[in-house]
């Protein structure tokens, strides 16, 4: 039987009706929720990426702040449009676009943004959180993975997880969100061995590794759910880190690439930042 395709532009328009719905309740009390979007050297992915997160703020009436930096800007250059930026009322949420050029401490310019409009999820104090399981914004990319499995009624409790990936974006809290819904999560990484084997055990894989097509038939159990978080630019154009085509006759359910879990980062972005928005108000 063809597998349960995933599809993330139907997911993220659901969602976003809500955040419209949401930002229309603001604006009657006078508030409109208002996003940083940061962008520090010329990377053509991120510009793009950094594009079409300001034109949703335009679609669903959020306000954007666009900064756009030299490659060569310095710690304490940020530092200063950090510090104003956490100070700035109009601004509900600051995202700065990763990767930085390599100059720039990662974990430094995470950190120096606030907690409150930290809705990338990325600050120490916000992981922490989800790991204490507390309250506080959520990584975008893994908190819409799992709005795509509640949307189409797929309950992570009890089942086998596996994340393949173990990057602070993706694949840590992605984890860890699948074991506060009550899966058994297991971590893979580059250096896993038998990565297929232990793959084999998922009744949810999720594979977030960077890597064209690297999963295969042979890393997945017969009506697994496969979540393809991969974006990768090659010569044939987008491709996931799942090999769609051998792997989908195998499962229950899969999300392509493009539209699966790509257009439902920038959905969460937009939701965090009505939460933040909300929360002030
Ligand atoms: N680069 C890739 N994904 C993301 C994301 O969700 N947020 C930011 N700031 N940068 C990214």
């Known amino acids: 039987m063809a597998p349960l395709i ?6 993220s328009a659901a969602v976003e009706v809500r955040t419209v719905e949401r930002v229309a309740a603001l604006a009657a009390r006078g508030v409109t ?8 050297g010329d990377d053509p992915a991120s510009r793009s990426y950094v594009n079409m997160k300001e034109k949703d703020c335009a ?5 954007s702040f666009d900064y756009r930096l030299g490659a060569q800007t310095g710690q304490d250059e940020l530092d200063v449009l950090m510090r104003r930026l956490n100070a700035d009322p109009d601004v509900h949420g600051i995202l700065v676009q990763q990767p930085f050029p390599a100059h720039l401490d990662v974990e430094h310019v995470v950190a120096a943004v606030s907690p409150e409009k ?6 120490p104090e916000n992981l922490g959180r989800l790991m204490r399981g507390l309250p506080g914004h959520r990584a975008c990319t ?3 993975v799992m709005r795509m499995l509640d949307h189409y009624g797929i309950d992570p409790r009890g089942k086998r997880a596996v994340v393949v990936g173990r990057s602070l974006l993706v694949g840590k809290p992605m984890g860890l969100m699948l074991l506060e819904r009550d899966a058994t999560v297991t ?5 896993t061995a038998d990565l297929a084997a232990v793959c084999r055990e998922a009744d949810i894989l ?3 590794i960077g890597r064209p097509r690297m999963i295969g038939p042979e890393h997945v159990k017969e009506g697994a759910v496969v979540i393809d978080v991969g974006i990768n630019r090659t010569d044939e154009g987008m491709v996931g880190d799942v090999d769609f085509t051998a792997v989908a006759p195998k499962v229950c359910a899969i999300t392509p690439v493009p539209g699966g879990v790509g257009p439902m980062t920038r959905a969460m972005l937009m939701s965090n930042t009505v939460d933040s928005a909300e929360r002030t108000a």
């Open 142 to 144: 893994p908190w819409g």
């Open 59 to 63: 679609r669903i009436g959020i306000r």
């Open 33 to 40: 929720p208002g996003l940083a979007v940061v962008l520090v």
């Open 206 to 208: 999720v594979a977030a």
């Open 6 to 11: 995933i599809d993330g532009t139907i997911v």
């Open 118 to 123: 930290d809705v990338d999820g990325f600050h």
């Open 187 to 191: 971590w893979c990484h580059s250096r």
